[in-house]
């Protein structure tokens, strides 16, 4: 009972090895800022565009959604440019008052590359912008007629509106300073380069217009000055690009995560490692507020989904768990492992000395083996951290599931010899290859065959103990063997078991940490009958043939003449 409070308490410390749990996303997002008062400060500042998104994607309750909408419904009535642009901006303004465009609602769904598609109103804007005293947006302005393009056509061409537009609206975010001072430096120098018939530049320039127009075409200009303002590179530009090109359905929710976590890169990265799960943990995140999303991302991991069996735990006893696990957690996630671990080896180390107990109590005859020895003490300990694992496995059947996935390498053609030829040399490459999860089983099985010969050891230990005649000595090995044999059973048994498991798709180890299993058997079995078992059966059958035994003694009697 108390191995399996013990082991309760562990299951509380909201510490995985593989994942980051709900509860401390929480009390991360508690810390910070809420996504309501986030949206409020962009609506403060006038910035429609940003708040509505971040409302979308952030904000579920319903008092405060209307709050938001009637606030920007507020703000439009009085501009109505602001469907447009998103919020103020002076250098966009005067665009819009240079081409009177009517404004609505619709306007604002593709508000960046729909306004500055039509060719009078990309003239009109080259015109405003050749006035600028910024040596970068002249740069720009110089490769708007870029030839060596592949992808698009410079603006003179018939088609050349797409990247036209890309470019002008680069040059518009560059003048009214919405990058970096750095980062509007390093496209300005692109651009020149361009300009001068470098080619790597103009594919480069190229592909900065491409993401551009990707994100023109789903947010307003004052949503695409955001990004431009936490971008600390071009890679950054094009790494959200790339999200919302793939993603176009999450715009609000990609949006929102970026200006929260500050870092396109992180962001980027976290769903190029957990494409399946990114976006259900990032929305479960971003209720909480900015910190929650930064922890998440920082993090690197999925956010913890219990089985049924731990869930049914957690809820039952959530309410004893200690706020002391949860800070710990947060602050210094090593530690919390690390504590975690230390109270499950506490379990198990307990289940052992119950098991011990049993297992003395049972037999009634014989003399047993001290608890302090130390091989009694080994076996204690072995039994501790297998219970401990196990239970760890199975609370966090994830730790089981390879982190390592194949990529994507797109379309291609297939021949039945290569076919062939793969089906030859996969087994080879699955049998090399190791990675966590099958070092964890292969020290789980290790550690299992190690308790069985300390078991099978303390056996033969307490059978020498007593005070028997060789041959009943004898016959109590003989009894024996099953025990002995034992580590054979088990490893073979998790030979067939890691192999079901394996064809099945819930482990994901090598297949050599399933035939490690049966190997370790062998091993240990032949240790334990050849340099343990064998002389001491020879040991005993000697002294049975001996003429002259003292039982009590344990020794042979030597003749004495009187």
Same mark, same amino acid.
């Given at each position: ?50 708040? !509505? ?22 703000? &439009? ?22 081409? @009177? ?29 050749? %006035? ?16 060596? #393009?592949?992808?698009? /056509?410079?603006?003179? /061409? ?19 300073? /919405? ?25 480069? &320039? ?11 075409? !789903? +947010?307003?200009?004052?949503?695409? =000055? ?45 769903? =190029? ?23 998440? #991302?920082?993090?690197? *991991?999925?956010?913890? @989904?219990?089985? !049924? ?9 959530? /309410? ?28 198990? +180390?307990?289940? =052992? ?17 001290? @608890? ?28 089981? *599931? ?44 290790? &550690? &299992? ?12 230990? %307490? ?76 040991? +005993? ?22």
């Amino acid at each position: 009972m108390l191995s399996l409070l013990v082991a309760v308490a562990a299951l509380l410390v909201p510490a995985h090895l593989r994942s980051v749990d709900a509860i401390v996303i929480e009390r991360a997002g508690a810390k910070g800022d809420s996504s309501l008062s986030k949206a409020s400060e962009a609506l403060d500042a006038a910035f429609v565009g940003p708040a !509505q998104l971040i409302t979308k994607a952030a904000i579920t309750d319903l008092t405060s959604i209307e709050l938001i909408e009637a606030r920007s419904a507020a703000l &439009i009535e009085k501009n109505p440019a602001y469907t447009v642009s998103g919020g103020p901006d002076p250098y966009f303004e005067d665009f819009l008052e240079l081409v @009177r465009m009517e404004t609505s609602q619709d306007a604002a769904k593709n508000a960046v590359l729909s306004t500055l598609l039509p060719r009078t109103e990309r003239a009109s804007l080259s015109e405003l912008l050749f %006035e600028s005293d910024n040596s970068n947006v002249r740069s720009m302005l110089l490769v708007r007629n870029l030839p060596g #393009l592949i992808r698009l /056509h410079p603006a003179d /061409h018939p088609a050349g509106a797409p990247y036209d537009a890309g470019v002008l609206t680069l040059a518009l975010l560059i003048e009214g300073g /919405h990058f970096k001072a750095g980062v509007a430096g390093r496209i300005g120098d692109l651009a020149s380069q361009a300009a001068l018939g470098t080619p790597t530049a103009i594919a480069a &320039i190229e592909n900065l217009v491409i993401s551009t127009l990707t994100l023109g075409r !789903q +947010l307003d200009y004052q949503s695409l =000055a955001s990004v431009a303002k936490v971008s600390k590179s071009s890679q950054d530009w094009a790494q959200m690009a790339a999200l919302i090109r793939t993603r176009p359905a999450q715009t609000p929710l990609l949006f929102t995560a970026l200006i929260f976590s500050g870092s396109a890169n992180d962001l980027y990265n976290y769903f =190029a490692e957990y494409d399946e799960t990114a976006v259900q943990d990032l929305s479960a995140s971003i209720q909480s507020g900015p910190q929650a999303i930064r922890h998440l #991302l920082q993090s690197d *991991q999925i956010i913890f @989904r219990p089985n !049924q069996l731990s869930k049914r735990l957690i809820d039952q006893f959530s /309410h004893y768990r200690p706020e002391f696990f949860i800070e710990m957690t947060y602050a210094n996630r090593t530690s919390a492992l690390l504590l975690k671990l230390a109270l499950l080896s506490i379990a198990g +180390l307990l289940f =052992a000395f119950a098991a011990g107990a049993a297992w003395r109590s049972s037999q009634a005859e014989g003399i047993s083996v001290s @608890r302090l020895n130390p091989a009694v003490m080994a076996r204690d300990s072995l039994i501790g951290l297998v219970f401990a694992l196990t239970l760890w496995t199975i609370f966090e059947p994830e730790i089981l *599931q390879s982190s390592e996935s194949l990529p994507e390498t797109g379309p291609r053609i297939e021949f039945v010899v290569a076919d062939a030829l793969e089906s030859i040399q996969s087994p080879v490459r699955i049998m090399q290859e190791l990675n966590t999860v099958t070092l964890l089983v292969l020290a789980l099985f290790f &550690i &299992i065959q190690l308790v069985i010969y300390t078991f099978s050891l303390i056996k033969l230990r %307490e059978i020498s103990k007593q005070s028997l005649h060789p041959n009943m000595k004898l016959r109590l090995i003989d009894n024996e063997e099953n025990l002995f044999d034992c580590g054979l059973y088990v490893g073979l048994g998790g030979t067939v078991l890691s192999l079901i498991l394996v064809a099945v798709g819930i482990v994901e180890a090598s297949l050599m940490a399933a035939y490690a299993s049966t190997l370790f058997g062998i091993i240990f079995v032949a240790l334990l009958k050849i340099l343990h078992l064998r002389p001491y059966r020879k040991k +005993l059958i000697l002294e049975a043939g001996s003429p002259e035994y003292n039982p009590q003694a344990g020794t042979l009697m030597k003749n004495i003449e009187l």
